[in-house]
DNA sequence: AGCCATGCACCG
DNA sequence: CGGTGCATGGCT
């Protein structure tokens, strides 16, 4: 399914992207499980309020449906978000590791999926490097009380020369608009620098954070100390 | 300090 | 033995 194509009926559809990731072969590997990062989970998906999660109902952009579950589990302290039962829509769009998963919404806010494969210009991180994982485990494996430990197998990690991709960066609007911060990422005060390619200014306003991007540092520092900071 | 890719124990 | 949910650890 060319990228084109898709592109072209999710036009027609209304629906405007929010979200592609690139899978990695956890999410490609069959069992339909998709991990979401935590800012888009929070920036576009229903809030929850239990790790059971919600179903959320979709379409593609052939108008096949799909009745996926958006969940977390606890991860540490915070959370990690997946989107579940997407196998079938990966057989459908012939997706594999590296292929891109593609989120969207319609104007009616109602959530349609897709995916193509991984283009040109999709953003490239790191060239490789994933270590293999030698060794034993640290951890102490569970077991049940009185069941045999476990000799801890060899971990078959993946280590061909694959590319790696920056997932996590979403297309930074940059247009001077500050937007609230539902997360700020430890970002507690305000400032102006250079992240990812682009001009960054921050503000705390009554410790709620606002962020905007900027081409320039000038025009970063023009609205921040427009804003009343210095 | 925390995200997230993924390993892997546990349970059906 | 395949799926669930959590733990680990690389990486930023």
């Not at 999710?10 to 800012?39: C, H, Q, W």
């Not at 077991?143 to 991709?165: C, E, M, N, T, W």
């Not at 930074?172 to 620098?193: E, K, N, T, Y």
């Amino acid at each position: 399914m060319p990228a084109t194509k898709v592109k072209e009926a999710l036009n027609a559809m209304g629906a405007e992207v929010f979200y592609e990731k690139p899978l990695t072969s956890s999410d490609a590997n069959g069992s339909g499980r998709i991990v979401i990062p935590k800012a888009i989970a929070e920036m576009h998906f229903p809030m929850l309020d239990n790790q059971a999660g919600s179903q959320i109902d979709a379409v593609d952009s052939m108008g096949n449906p799909y009745f996926f579950k958006f969940r977390f589990w606890i991860n540490n302290q915070s959370r990690m978000y997946l989107l579940e039962g997407a196998a079938e829509l990966q057989r459908r769009y012939n997706l594999r590791a590296s292929d891109v998963m593609i989120f969207a919404h319609k104007p009616d806010k109602s959530l349609v999926v897709a995916g193509r494969p991984l283009a040109d210009t999709d953003i490239l991180r790191r060239p490789t490097t994933r270590k293999p994982c030698n060794g034993t485990p640290k951890r102490e494996p569970r077991r049940l009380p009185g069941s045999i430990p476990k000799k801890p197998r060899r971990p078959s990690r993946d280590v061909q020369g694959s590319a790696h991709y920056d997932f996590n960066q979403f297309m930074a609007p940059i247009d001077g608009v500050f937007r609230f911060l539902l997360h700020s990422h430890g970002l507690d005060q305000s400032a102006v620098f250079f992240q990812s390619g682009v001009w960054t200014a921050v503000l705390d306003i009554k410790g709620e954070m606002y962020q905007a991007f900027f081409d320039s540092r000038n025009d970063a520092l023009t609205a921040f100390n427009a804003a009343g900071y210095v």
